[in-house]
């Protein structure tokens, strides 16, 4: 039998050399668990619950302040994030740092941080957007505010969530509460129609001016959830041209001259939410008014046709204005005509003249961008005010930010016990290992110390078997199956020994059998290094 050309080198196992590690180990202390600190804790929980209060005392004084839309939101916001930093830190406090733990929770805080420090360096929108009423331009509403604050109506601002109505009856009544929407500039949520409808079904009156079409979300999505018992909205459209009328007293198929009034797919509701009664014209143009559709600023009696279209319609406690631009600075006190009138006499309808009404102007609608403060206070206040009226999705919130602050929050003291476990685990193992190891060695010694080298060589022979059935995922020992997949893994190799390896396989298959026998260390040795050959091809 021919001479393998592996050496017979004793190589320490690995499972002993991590015991031996171990056993190093063994005797010194484990360091405790770091856990949190309680009274960081508790600290950090009291300023939560200040930033919580205040965003309730906030939401009813700070349209009353000089400014407060800027600074008062963004303070409130900083000890709401102020109270969760401070929790965070005692969760961590004296722990190892992960640095892609941390990283993951800076990125995910300073994404609601951002709004906050971005909107200190910015002026507030709200004093030069149009149809404002902090703007004192000409396209602001103030003069609007003042006019009515002057004829006795108490008037706040709206700054977050329409949720916020259903907080209304804390501190007014809400059948003597009107809401205010000129111009709005941002679409209307979902559930801010479902406050809009209960305040309008509570007896709450609404009044909206709007030319382009943001307020039509509240009229489509009546019919849809069916509340307060309203009929549908029908619409009377008009495209994007301009609105035409005659300024001479002749009457010509084509004008010498025109008045154009542009609009912006207008809207005119002929029915409302809640009330009875249908709805009745509040106002409307004569009846020589066409819509010029190819803006020729010429009537064209083949295409055009004059006729009397609607500018607002009063439907009990709603009232709903097609242009907006008449309650502005610039065209409230126009000379020679009776703006100022017109728009008294329409919120004087919806109150009844009494001036112990409220009167609540939108602002939150008119605001576009989402880094403004108040934007973020609004969002945080109508989820507030969500969860409080709904609370079968309490659990739900609960449940969502455990996952969230699990997941993204560092838990140090959590995978300092994993790592011991994980230690103990290893530690089992090496220990499990050496003792098989051991007692498998002592008999392979035993064999050899009593001259018994067949059932040495026999030992060793299982263990082979084990290995290359594990390795060719056989269920059951066949010789000549494993080696045929031997043969077919050296299929290319020209140089290949297979007389090597069928001799190999009968000599151990007959020490198996007992039909030969070995008596000397120098055979015992040949027959293991053969069989580590064998081990090797696979």
Request: aromatic share 14%; hydrophobic share 40%; with cysteine.
């Given at each position: ?32 668990a770091k856990g949190t600190s309680i009274g960081l804790v508790i600290f950090g929980l009291i300023i ?491």
């Amino acid at each position: 039998m021919p001479k393998s050309k592996s050496k017979s080198k004793i190589v320490p196992r690995k499972d002993k050399a991590i015991s031996a590690k171990m056993k190093t180990k063994k005797g010194k202390p484990e360091k405790e668990a770091k856990g949190t600190s309680i009274g960081l804790v508790i600290f950090g929980l009291i300023i939560f619950i200040i930033g919580i209060i205040l965003v309730y005392t906030v939401g009813i004084i700070a349209p009353t302040l000089p400014y407060g839309e800027l600074w008062l939101p963004t303070v409130v916001m900083a000890v709401i994030f102020l109270g969760i930093f401070v929790i965070y830190k005692s969760f961590t406090k004296n722990l190892d740092i992960d640095s892609k733990q941390t990283i993951k929770c800076f990125v995910i805080f300073g994404i609601f941080f951002m709004p906050l420090l971005f909107s200190l360096f910015q002026f507030d929108p709200l004093l030069n957007q149009s149809y404002s009423v902090t703007n004192t331009g000409g396209t602001g509403c103030s003069d609007f505010k003042n006019m009515l604050e002057s004829d006795g109506y108490s008037t706040k601002t709206l700054l977050s969530s329409y949720n916020e109505l259903q907080r209304i009856s804390d501190y007014n009544p809400v059948n003597q509460t009107l809401l205010i929407v000129l111009g709005p500039k941002q679409l209307f949520g979902v559930f801010e129609v479902f406050s809009l409808i209960d305040f309008i079904n509570n007896g709450g009156k609404l009044f909206i001016a709007c030319d382009v079409g943001t307020a039509n979300q509240i009229a489509t999505a009546q019919p849809l959830l069916s509340f307060g018992g309203g009929g549908s909205f029908d619409f009377i459209q008009l495209e994007d041209s301009y609105l035409c009328d005659e300024t001479t007293g002749y009457d010509f198929d084509v004008p010498t001259s025109a008045g154009m009034i542009r609009v912006y797919s207008a809207s005119c509701i002929e029915s409302t939410f809640g009330g009875g009664g249908g709805a009745y014209l509040s106002a409307e143009t004569p009846g020589d008014i066409w819509i010029d559709h190819n803006g020729n600023g010429e009537f064209d009696s083949a295409t055009e046709e004059k006729n009397q279209y609607s500018l607002a319609y009063n439907g009990g406690n709603f009232v709903y204005y097609s242009d907006v631009e008449l309650f502005t600075n610039r065209h409230l006190d126009a000379s020679g005509y009776s703006h100022k009138a017109f728009a008294r006499a329409i919120v004087n309808d919806l109150t009844g003249g009494d001036t112990n009404y409220l009167i609540i102007f939108d602002q939150k609608h008119q605001v576009k961008n989402g880094l403004h403060p108040s934007f973020i206070f609004g969002f945080l206040l109508g989820n507030m005010n969500f969860f409080q009226f709904y609370w079968a999705l309490i659990p739900l919130g609960i449940y969502m930010i455990y996952k969230i602050a699990n997941k993204y929050i560092p838990n140090y003291a959590k995978k300092k016990k994993k790592e011991i476990k994980k230690k103990a685990k290893i530690k089992y193992k090496a220990k499990k290992r050496e003792k098989t190891g051991s007692t498998y060695v002592a008999k392979l010694n035993w064999y050899k110390r009593l001259g018994r080298y067949r059932d040495a060589v026999n030992l060793l022979y299982n263990r082979l078997k084990r290995n290359l059935m594990k390795k060719l995922k056989l269920r059951s020992w066949d010789v000549d199956k494993v080696i045929d997949e031997i043969l077919k893994h050296h299929f290319d190799e020209e140089n290949f020994d297979e007389d090597r390896l069928i001799n190999t396989f009968d000599q151990l298959e007959k020490l198996a059998h007992k039909e030969k026998n070995i008596s000397s260390d120098e055979q015992f040795l040949n027959v293991f290094l053969e069989m580590k050959w064998i081990s090797n091809q696979l």
